[in-house]
């Protein structure tokens, strides 16, 4: 076990079950940082945060021994098993949970925070949202339905480079059957680059076009020529979720043919927290926590919400190289921006191209301490740092929720 979380614990459990021995390599568990012998290691199974460039990782593949992630051992173990699985820069989360919403017979696991092997004793349908650092290591997994929402820069301080990054997507369908199918995003470049190079079953979906897969035309969501429900009965905010909701009917319709999807199904999901959440009404001003926002592409999509309002905009974190372009189409309503964070020089360099006003704090505890001055005329104040966490914060969970409790102490 290359790294000790709740995913590689779970995998822990089921080797114990089955009567198989295993040890565990941890920088962050004292009693498990030592250096492995090893000798009668067959296979290592690498957590999704520990590093690909680890010693320990380099030992392995020098001694021959394959480094895999969870999802590949949980292929590989239940080859037969029926899944779904989703992948994206954004939208995962929120995609995965909603097909497991309108199919309440499957099972919900990987990235969203449930560890796949958790469902070993199961034989549901399992809904998987897979990372790219899952997806990474992966060497013959295979999904009855993959999905792919999107495909932007992020994460490149771990893989290198943008191509290094999508051709860790673009694993989900590596190893696919001629019957599997790939449902993916007819709007997003790398996307429909991923379907034109995987020959089979591609069903596309698009917010823009009539499609051969999922779309919107005259207010209503057909699925090729089935029509679905009106586009009113998605309630999610924002395009990006019409795009969701476009990519899991058309998943739900591909896995399940005969399903009746109406507008009641939607009526009862709840969106996670730290995507465009509101956390505070604050003299007439919304406040908004988008910490999910690890990348340009999302901090697009939340603006894109607000253009007709007049924003202060919270924003930055770890610096990384990214392309801030699609930001720059979403910008009418930004009035002002507080930069925090490694990567605030980079952002108020970019901002001000554009003749905003910018003010950089070292990180976002000394900008929310000073953020009242520049709240004249704004009537949103939206955190959406559109970059990762890990210069201040363990990840966007806990920086989000730094940002609601210092706002509803207000």
């Not at 460039?53 to 895999?68: A, G, S």
């Not at 992948?87 to 919900?108: E, F, Q, R, V």
């Not at 990519?247 to 109406?262: E, G, H, W």
Request: proline share 5%; with cysteine.
């Amino acid at each position: 076990m290359l790294g000790y979380g709740s995913a590689n614990r779970a995998v822990a459990a089921y080797l114990e079950n089955q009567g198989r021995k295993y040890t565990i390599y941890d920088d962050n568990i004292p009693e498990h940082t030592g250096w492995i012998d090893l000798t009668g290691v067959e296979l290592a199974v690498k957590s999704s945060g520990f590093p690909t460039d680890h010693p320990m990782v380099e030992k392995c593949l020098e001694e021959r021994i394959e480094v895999i992630s969870d999802l590949e051992l949980f292929y590989r173990c239940f080859p037969d098993r029926k899944t779904i699985t989703v992948t994206g820069t954004n939208g995962k989360t929120t995609t995965a949970a909603l097909i497991a919403h309108l199919m309440p017979d499957a099972d919900l696991g990987g990235n969203i925070g449930t560890p796949l092997f958790t469902f070993t004793e199961s034989e549901r349908p399992l809904v998987i949202e897979a990372s790219s650092f899952m997806l990474e290591s992966c060497r013959g997994f295979r999904t009855d339905v993959a999905v792919v929402l999107n495909i932007t820069p992020h994460h490149l301080s771990r893989h290198g480079d943008f191509e290094a990054y999508a051709s860790a997507k673009g694993k989900i369908v590596a190893k696919r059957r001629p019957e599997d199918v790939l449902i993916y995003n007819a709007d997003d470049e790398r996307a429909r680059v991923l379907a034109k190079t995987s020959p089979g079953v591609n069903i596309p979906f698009s917010v823009r076009d009539k499609v051969d897969g999922g779309f919107i035309e005259d207010g209503k969501i057909y699925f090729k020529d089935r029509f679905l429900l009106d586009a009113d009965a998605i309630t999610l905010p924002g395009a990006h979720n019409r795009a969701n909701a476009l990519a899991v009917l058309s998943a739900v319709c591909a896995f399940q043919p005969d399903i009746v999807i109406t507008a009641e199904h939607f009526q009862g999901f709840r969106p996670f927290p730290h995507r465009i959440e509101h956390v505070a009404t604050i003299a007439g001003i919304k406040y908004y926590n988008d910490s999910k926002a690890t990348n340009p592409a999302a901090l697009a999509a939340a603006l894109a919400l607000f253009s007709d309002e007049k924003v202060l905009l919270i924003c930055g974190g770890k610096e990384e190289e990214a392309d801030f372009s699609l930001v720059a189409r979403e910008l009418q309503a930004v009035r002002r921006v507080i930069a925090c964070g490694e990567n605030r020089k980079l952002l108020a360099d970019f901002f001000r191209t554009y003749g905003i006003m910018v003010v950089t704090y070292p990180d976002l505890a000394s900008a929310l301490d000073a953020h009242d001055v520049y709240l004249a005329g704004i009537t949103i104040v939206l955190f959406s740092p559109g970059a990762p966490s890990y210069d201040q914060f363990h990840d966007y969970a806990e920086r989000g929720r730094y940002f609601t409790e210092r706002i509803r102490k207000k």
